[in-house]
């Protein structure tokens, strides 16, 4: 009855306090497995989220329901305090203009120049002109250290961290308030690796985005973080600062730190 009330009230009430997203008791099942056991976790806006996790633990798999890809069994995924989960696709595709994503190997169009690649929302999405788009193009391409000489090149023609840099300049092109990196310095070596780090960096701190990023590897993990959540056997097992994760006496997170072979984790060899 008094919708146009809400209405307005949404709009004054600041929303500092809502997390940017929320995921409440999230399960996911595949067949016979348990991928997902009770998820929760809160990112705040503005906030660098880096979920680790052994290979197979159901990192991508939370990406991807946040994304809308997968559904969850069961449980709620909350975006600016929206649930995404019943939301009709056309309002989906409201939140998901939000989000930019850079995909585990880059996941580049083969068939699309560079720029036509780091334009693709922009063309797609909002359908905006060639002339402009490919201006858009070679200034991210330009943030994340690409001359405009590239811009024509195809994906082909890419080293492995040239790829991750396009693949990057993409994912910010619509500047967007969410970015996903899914693994971004797997396959790169460790001097490249840090290229790419500093550059997620630099890229979402000029954004003002909230990212959420899904490795592996713990030197990435402590350059992008502001906070560390360990998802292990489905749950978030623990979650904390750079800092904190230094000092924790958790023998699940100590391992995963440490690379050891030994300790609570048992590392299915089918995995
Ligand atoms: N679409 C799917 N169908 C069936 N099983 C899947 C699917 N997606 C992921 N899985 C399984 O879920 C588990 C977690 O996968 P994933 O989230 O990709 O792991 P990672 O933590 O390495 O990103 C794996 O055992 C994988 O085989
Ligand atoms: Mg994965």
């Known amino acids: 009855m008094f919708s146009f009330l809400k209405k307005s009230t ?52 939370t990406l991807k329901c946040i994304l809308g890809l997968l559904s969850p069994d069961k449980g709620s995924i909350k975006i600016d305090g929206e649930d995404v989960l019943n939301m ?45 788009a490919r201006a858009i193009a070679i200034e991210k391409l330009a943030q994340v250290g690409l001359t405009e000489d590239v811009a024509d090149m195809y994906p082909a ?24 990196f899914d693994e971004p310095t797997t396959g790169l070596d460790p001097i490249m690796s840090d290229v790419i780090n500093d550059l997620i960096v630099s890229c979402v701190k000029k954004l003002g985005a909230t990212a959420l990023t899904i490795t592996h590897d713990m030197a990435s993990a402590r350059k992008i973080a502001d906070r560390i959540a360990m998802l292990y056997e489905g749950k ?36």
């Open 10 to 61: 949404k709009k004054t009430i600041p929303n500092g306090h809502v997390p940017k997203i929320k995921m409440t008791g999230v399960y996911k099942t595949f067949g016979e497995k348990n991928v997902l056991n009770g998820v929760d976790l809160e990112i705040k806006k503005g906030e660098s989220l880096v979920i680790i996790g052994g290979s197979g633990t159901g990192k991508s798999v």
């Open 88 to 132: 009709s696709p056309h309002e989906r595709e409201r939140i998901n203009k939000q989000i930019g994503m850079l995909f585990q190997g880059a996941a580049l169009f083969d068939s699309m120049s560079v720029w036509e690649n780091v334009a693709f929302g922009l063309l797609q999405g909002q359908k905006m002109r060639k002339k402009a």
């Open 157 to 180: 023609d890419l080293s492995g961290g040239m790829k991750k840099r396009v693949g990057l300049a993409r994912a910010i092109a619509t500047n967007p308030e969410i970015i996903f």
């Open 236 to 271: 978030i097992i623990w979650i904390g600062t750079v800092k904190e994760i230094e000092k924790t006496t958790n023998p699940y997170v100590r391992q995963f730190i440490a690379g050891s072979a030994t300790g609570p984790i048992h590392i299915s060899a089918k995995e």
